[in-house]
């Protein structure tokens, strides 16, 4: 996200709250600044937990594009601390215009369970113009196996767009589907569904989840994002019910046996 310019740093939060089944949370907060440097980004993080459970082997990453770096290891992050990190990825030179990348942290429970938060960030290259397109709804049902985020697109302007719409979710979040290229005609929406798959995340855990939309105009890079947070919920029980249908055939087939009884001997 960066040429040899230097692009002003920016501050962002993000905030993942998980819930095991005990009453106490770990709710893990970071803001990052990021700066331009010659072929790389670098990225000051600041990890916070404002929960009231210690997380355990904090590690803050950055992620642009399909390259990451992982910063220095904390073993303990106990409630009401923080730490604070610089994280530089090498990215070569980048266009003028907004790029997104991601910082993540990850870390266990008590219980050694791994999660991971996540916040997707623009990076400023340059001094492009605002993006003529923007994400003015992102939702996100509660997922306990599979749900379809939605991403609402707007065109800002009287030209046609060719729109890449991305979806980033944290580990244990799955997106099963590759990013769709949408065209988007002047001054019209169009809704995207993205099919997310719940891998390991527990119930009761909040996730912030984003989605950026991203196009191209003479020789600079356009990129907006949204977010919404999704809630996990426990899969639906299938023994239950199904016991309950075998259940109701039996029974019907009971009746119709004795019905067909009853009618055999009036007959005979």
């Given at each position: 996200m960066?040429?040899?310019?230097?692009?002003?740093?920016?501050?962002?939060?993000?905030?993942?709250?998980?819930?095991?089944?005990a009453?106490?949370?770990?709710?893990?907060n970071?803001?990052?600044?990021?700066?331009?440097?010659?072929?790389?980004?670098?990225?000051?993080?600041?990890?916070?937990?404002?929960g009231?459970?210690?997380?355990?082997?904090?590690?803050?990453?950055?992620?642009?594009?399909?390259?990451?770096v992982?910063?220095?290891?904390?073993?303990?992050l106990?409630?009401n601390?923080?730490?604070e990190?610089?994280?530089?990825?090498?990215?070569?030179?980048?266009?003028?215009?907004?790029?997104?990348?991601?910082?993540?942290v990850d870390?266990?429970?008590?219980?050694?369970?791994?999660f991971?938060a996540?916040?997707?960030?623009?990076?400023?290259?340059?001094?492009?113009?605002?993006?003529?397109?923007?994400?003015?709804?992102?939702?996100?049902?509660?997922?306990a196996?599979?749900?379809?985020m939605t991403a609402?697109?707007?065109?800002?302007?009287?030209?046609?767009?060719?729109?890449?719409?991305?979806?980033?979710?944290p580990e244990?979040?799955?997106?099963?589907?590759?990013?769709?290229?949408?065209?988007?005609?002047?001054?019209?929406?169009?809704?995207?569904?993205?099919?997310?798959?719940?891998?390991?995340?527990?119930a009761?855990?909040?996730y912030?989840?984003?989605?950026?939309?991203?196009?191209d105009?003479e020789?600079t890079?356009?990129?907006?994002?949204?977010?919404?947070?999704?809630?996990?919920n426990?899969?639906?029980?299938?023994?239950?019910?199904?016991?309950?249908?075998?259940?109701?055939v039996l029974?019907?087939?009971?009746?119709?046996?004795?019905?067909?009884?009853?009618?055999?001997?009036?007959?005979?």
């Amino acid at each position: 996200m960066r040429t040899l310019r230097r692009a002003a740093p920016l501050l962002l939060i993000a905030c993942l709250t998980a819930l095991p089944a005990a009453a106490k949370s770990i709710s893990i907060n970071m803001s990052v600044t990021p700066e331009v440097r010659a072929g790389a980004l670098a990225v000051k993080v600041k990890v916070s937990n404002t929960g009231d459970e210690a997380a355990s082997s904090v590690t803050p990453v950055l992620r642009m594009g399909d390259k990451e770096v992982r910063g220095t290891r904390r073993e303990t992050l106990g409630p009401n601390e923080s730490l604070e990190d610089t994280l530089e990825l090498a990215t070569g030179e980048l266009g003028p215009g907004r790029w997104p990348f991601r910082v993540a942290v990850d870390y266990t429970d008590a219980n050694q369970y791994p999660f991971q938060a996540l916040h997707v960030a623009l990076l400023t290259v340059g001094n492009p113009a605002p993006a003529r397109i923007a994400l003015p709804e992102v939702k996100i049902p509660p997922l306990a196996d599979s749900v379809d985020m939605t991403a609402r697109v707007k065109n800002l302007s009287g030209t046609a767009r060719k729109v890449k719409v991305t979806a980033f979710v944290p580990e244990g979040l799955e997106v099963t589907q590759a990013a769709p290229e949408i065209d988007v005609d002047p001054w019209a929406e169009k809704t995207v569904s993205i099919d997310l798959t719940n891998r390991t995340a527990l119930a009761g855990s909040r996730y912030p989840l984003f989605a950026a939309a991203e196009y191209d105009d003479e020789g600079t890079h356009y990129a907006v994002v949204g977010n919404n947070v999704v809630e996990i919920n426990a899969a639906k029980p299938v023994v239950a019910p199904t016991l309950r249908i075998i259940g109701g055939v039996l029974v019907v087939g009971w009746l119709i046996l004795i019905g067909w009884r009853l009618a055999s001997r009036r007959t005979a």
